[in-house]
């Protein structure tokens, strides 16, 4: 009796500690799943009405501002809200800290349009008319929404409970925009315009609250401040290009050794690994800003705090796989409707699975390296990666087609997630062994 009630007082004080934790990570989570199912919505809509071809620009459009996005933030989306927990204690480190990543931001903007402009003179070409010029400018707005949000701020203070209902507000004005004004097949245009302006308001309104809410003086930073910000961010935004890159590169070298079906069939297992690794991600995310928050010179309280959140959470995910493995040829026949040819490419998805198992087992190391700012040696590590990534997919590609393309990017992953726990362990190889142990999953 006294040994259930000493369990019950523990997982009380353990929920009582981390419970921030847990509500940041099921509020990312909200918002991955808005982001998910508001598309279904739109999608058979937008393709009704503007057709295949047009929808199939605006896809484009959306993928080419994601990539103006990460010259857009330069690596700030990882290293902002590790800044705003920092300064968290001492409103005057705060605004510093805000003032310089809104400035960052804002100097972005002009830069970026100017590559954009420059970017759709060489794409289009001399039969196309001005409507795709005027669709690459409306297009800029999503690139601006991404530029103007402040989700940065609320999780580097660990308060991303508001966030889900901010998200879900934008996006039905979004859907609201788009019922009413788009009609023809021309309005394909205005389509990025009103995603990006949706967002643009609900982000400056945020804005403000957040400024007020918390006192923020928004300060010009000094040139050195500026010079300083761009050399320690220019690692994590080589580490997003590279990661960019190695994700994307899979789609068209599998395009060159595989039909369609075989095409179809990648994008739904890939589907679901992303839908995975994005529950890695939210993790991730909400567990860097607490680790940033305890103070450097106490690094075993940080492998401590990182273990007692990771341990649960890896068991959990554990679970989670272990559903998806059995539920595996359900799921391929709910995205196939029903195709029965689809049976075959089963054992093709169970093995896909090991690749989030993989990643998770990379995130302590990641985690540790950068809240004890070692971002140069993940960086390094990603670029070899993303090399033999390309290299590996194209001669496995050729050889065993999405076969081949699965297993170079399980291999990559291993190579990334023992590099990682090399990097750490050779870095601190002079501390303690019981202190090595709390760090290694």
Same mark, same amino acid.
């Given at each position: ?18 419970k ?45 501002m ?16 590790r ?20 400035? @960052? ?7 970026? &349009?100017?590559? $954009?402009?420059? #970017? !759709?003179?060489? +794409? ?22 991404n ?58 309104l945020?804005?403000i ?32 290009? @590279? ?7 899979? &789609?068209?070298? $599998?395009?060159? #050794? !595989?039909?369609? +079906?075989?095409m179809?069939?990648?994008s ?31 690094s ?17 995910f554990?679970?989670?796989?272990g ?41 302590p190391?990641y ?12 960086? @390094? ?10 290299? $590996? ?20 992953e ?25 760090m290694?999953?």
């Amino acid at each position: 009796m006294i040994s259930h009630s000493k369990t019950r007082i523990r997982m009380k004080g353990y929920i009582l500690a981390y419970k921030g934790i847990f509500v940041n990570f099921l509020s990312l989570s909200a918002i991955k799943g808005i982001n998910m199912v508001f598309p279904l919505i739109l999608i058979p809509y937008l393709i009704k009405t503007l057709g295949l071809d047009n929808y199939g620009k605006i896809a484009l459009y959306q993928v080419v501002m994601g990539y103006f996005a990460l010259f857009g933030t330069y690596g700030s989306d990882i290293t902002a809200p590790r800044m705003i927990a920092m300064s968290i204690k001492d409103n005057e480190k705060l605004s510093e800290a805000t003032s310089q990543i809104i400035y @960052s931001r804002l100097i972005a903007i002009p830069i970026c &349009f100017f590559l $954009l402009i420059s #970017f !759709a003179l060489l +794409y289009l070409s001399a039969s196309e008319n001005d409507t795709s010029t005027i669709a690459w400018v409306f297009s800029f707005t999503l690139l601006l929404a991404n530029l103007t949000n402040f989700s940065w701020f609320y999780q580097g203070i660990e308060k991303m409970t508001y966030v889900p209902a901010i998200y879900f507000f934008s996006q039905l004005i979004y859907i609201c925009l788009v019922y009413s004004f788009i009609k023809v097949e021309n309005d394909y245009i205005y389509v990025m315009f009103y995603q990006g302006f949706s967002e643009i308001v609900i982000n400056l309104l945020m804005g403000i609250y957040i400024i007020r809410k918390y006192k923020i003086r928004i300060i010009m930073p000094e040139k050195k401040v500026f010079i300083s910000y761009y050399k320690e961010n220019f690692s994590v935004f080589i580490t997003n290009i @590279s990661l960019a890159s190695y994700k994307a590169a899979s &789609f068209p070298i $599998l395009k060159l #050794f !595989a039909d369609d +079906y075989i095409m179809g069939i990648y994008s739904i297992i890939n589907k679901v690994i992303d839908v995975l690794r994005q529950i890695l991600s939210n993790f991730f995310n909400v567990v860097y800003p607490r680790l940033c928050s305890i103070d450097a010179k106490m690094s075993f309280e940080r492998k401590k705090t990182l273990n007692t959140l990771y341990y649960p959470f890896l068991a959990c995910f554990v679970v989670l796989i272990g559903s998806t493995y059995y539920l595996s040829e359900d799921i391929l026949l709910y995205f196939t409707k029903g195709d029965v040819n689809s049976y075959k490419y089963t054992n093709l998805f169970k093995f896909s699975l090991l690749v989030p198992v993989i990643v998770l087992f990379n995130i302590p190391a990641y985690l540790m390296l950068l809240v004890n700012d070692r971002r140069s040696s993940y960086t @390094s590590i990603l670029i070899t990666a993303s090399m033999i990534s390309l290299i $590996l997919s194209f001669i496995l590609a050729y050889q065993y087609s999405i076969w081949g393309i699965l297993v170079a990017t399980a291999i990559v992953e291993l190579i990334i997630t023992l590099s990682l726990q090399y990097v750490y362990i050779a870095n601190y190889k002079n501390k303690p062994s019981n202190q090595l142990k709390v760090m290694l999953p």
